[in-house]
C-alpha cells in the first residue's frame, strides 16, 4: 500500500486520545471557534480599512 505525503482524509496523531474520549474537547473545540470567529473579523476589518481610502478618494472626486 502506497504512502502519499498529503492525504485528503484526515488520520489523527497516533499519541493524540481516540476520538470515543470526547472529555476535555468543549473548551478547546469552543477555543478554535474563538480564535476563528476573531481571526474572521480581524480580516474583515482589515479589508474595509484597507478600501476606505479609496472609498474616501472616489467620492472626493465625485464632489
Not at 485528503?8 to 499519541?15: E, T
Amino acid at each position: 500500500m502506497r504512502v502519499f505525503p498529503f492525504s485528503l482524509m484526515h488520520r489523527p496523531h497516533p499519541a493524540s486520545p481516540s476520538s470515543t474520549s470526547m472529555q476535555g474537547d468543549a473548551p478547546s473545540r469552543l477555543k478554535r471557534v474563538f480564535w476563528f470567529v476573531t481571526l474572521w473579523c480581524a480580516g474583515v476589518a482589515g479589508a474595509m480599512l484597507l478600501a476606505l481610502p479609496f472609498r474616501l478618494l472616489m467620492k472626493a472626486c465625485m464632489n
